[in-house]
T-cell receptor, first 112, second 113 residues
Framework: GAGVSQSPSNKVTEKGKDVELRCDPI?????LYWYRQRLGQGLEFLIY????????KSGLPSDRFSAERTGESVSTLTIQRTQQEDSAVYLC??????????FGPGTRLTVL | DQQVKQNSPSLSVQEGRISILNCDYT??????FLWYKKYPAEGPTFLIS?????DKNEDGRFTVFLNKSAKHLSLHIVPSQPGDSAVYFC????????????FGTGTRLTVIP
C-alpha cells in the first residue's frame, strides 16, 4: 500500500481482556515503531524494530505489553489484561533509510 | 521526564499572518529535530526537519529555526492558511537514525479565515 495502515481503527474492550493491534508498514521500510498518545499528552515511544535485530523494548510500560514483527512486514502489539490507563491512541510508524517516520492513522483503544 | 516541551497548548492566528510554534528541549545529545502535523483521526505527518549542524531550514511556507545554545527551536509558517489548522508536534532524536523520537505534547494551531 501507499502508506502505513493500522487495524482496527477503534477498539473498545473491557478491563482485564487482552487486545491485539495490527500494523502494516510501508513496503520496504526496515524500521517499525509503536507509540501511544494518551489524552492531553505527547507521543510516547513503546517499541522499535529494525530488521532482524533484537527489538528495543525500552518504552514498554509494563510486562502486559508485547509486540512482534515478522521479518520486515506486519507487526502486532498485544496488551494483556487491559487496564483503564491503557486507553490511548496507539500509533505505528515505519521508516526507510532517512529519519522521517511515516505514521499510520492509529488505533483508538478504550478500556471500560 | 519530558525531554521535549511545547509550552503553548494552543495558538490562534489570522489567515495571512505568521504562525510561530515553539519547542524547547533538555537533552544536549539531541542532534536532529523534526516537526509533524496531525489532523484529527489521522496519524502525524512529517513536515520539516533540521540537523544540529544548521540553524535554519526552509521549505516553502515553512521554516524551522534552531538555537542550540538555548536548546530551542521554532516553526514559522508564513503566510498561514486555514488548512494549516492542526496539532503540531516537535520531535527530537539523539542521533540521526536513532531508535526513537522524543515528542512534545503538541500545539494546536487554529488559523482564522
Amino acid at each position: 500500500g501507499a502508506g502505513v495502515s493500522q487495524s482496527p481503527s477503534n477498539k473498545v474492550t473491557e478491563k482485564g481482556k487482552d487486545v491485539e493491534l495490527r500494523c502494516d508498514p510501508i513496503s520496504g521500510h526496515t524500521a517499525l515503531y509503536w507509540y501511544r498518545q494518551r489524552l492531553g499528552q505527547g507521543l510516547e515511544f513503546l517499541i522499535y524494530f529494525q530488521g532482524n535485530s533484537a527489538p528495543d523494548k525500552s518504552g514498554l510500560p509494563s510486562d502486559r505489553f508485547s509486540a512482534e514483527r515478522t521479518g520486515e512486514s506486519v507487526s502486532t502489539l498485544t496488551i494483556q489484561r487491559t487496564q483503564q490507563e491503557d486507553s490511548a491512541v496507539y500509533l505505528c510508524a515505519s521508516r526507510s533509510h532517512y529519519n522521517e517516520q511515516f505514521f499510520g492513522p492509529g488505533t483508538r483503544l478504550t478500556v471500560l | 521526564d519530558q525531554q521535549v516541551k511545547q509550552n503553548s497548548p494552543s495558538l490562534s492566528v489570522q489567515e495571512g499572518r505568521i504562525s510561530i510554534l515553539n519547542c524547547d528541549y533538555t537533552n544536549s545529545m539531541f542532534d536532529y529535530f523534526l516537526w509533524y502535523k496531525k489532523y484529527p483521526a489521522e496519524g502525524p505527518t512529517f513536515l520539516i526537519s533540521i540537523s544540529s549542524i544548521k540553524d535554519k531550514n526552509e521549505d516553502g511556507r515553512f521554516t524551522v529555526f534552531l538555537n542550540k545554545s538555548a536548546k530551542h527551536l521554532s516553526l514559522h509558517i508564513v503566510p498561514s492558511q486555514p488548512g494549516d489548522s492542526a496539532v503540531y508536534f516537535c520531535a527530537a532524536s539523539a542521533k540521526t537514525g536513532a531508535n526513537n523520537l522524543f515528542f512534545g505534547t503538541g500545539t494546536r494551531l487554529t488559523v482564522i479565515p
